[in-house]
Nanobody, 122 residues
Framework: VQLQASGGGLVQAGGSLRLSCAAS????????MGWFRQAPGKEREFVAA????????YYADAVKGRFTISRDNAQKRTHLQMNSLKPEDTAGYYC????????????????WGQGTKVTVSS
């Protein structure tokens, strides 16, 4: 099983980035997907999640209206479009997969990828 996140980088406040997470080793279309982030010195926090079909999504209040999660089951990828970025969005961003869940509870995710770093300058 592998989840490979990419797309991070350095961006100015107000800018945009699109993160991607490529999945392999499991039946991607059967899994809910989530994005989490961890800023230096802080606990990991939920960002967004999407159900197996892409028909339902769930966002943290801090990113609602600015971030959009999506998925492409044919390509076995999930994406996080991040607009109107703020310095407080600076963090390592991680994707995760859950066989029976999508939402903010980290413990319900079965697989985790490595992070991709996002830095938003003011």
């Amino acid at each position: 099983v592998q989840l490979q996140a990419s797309g991070g980088g350095l961006v100015q406040a107000g800018g945009s980035l699109r993160l991607s997470c490529a999945a392999s080793g499991f039946t991607f279309s059967n899994y809910g997907m989530g994005w989490f982030r961890q800023a230096p010195g802080k606990e990991r926090e939920f960002v967004a999640a999407i159900n197996w079909s892409g028909g339902s999504t769930y966002y943290a209040d801090a990113v609602k209206g600015r971030f959009t999660i999506s998925r492409d089951n044919a390509q076995k990828r999930t994406h996080l479009q991040m607009n109107s970025l703020k310095p407080e969005d600076t963090a390592g961003y991680y994707c995760a997969a859950s066989r029976n869940y999508y939402g903010p509870a980290e413990i319900k995710y079965d697989y985790w990828g490595q992070g991709t770093k996002v830095t938003v300058s003011s």
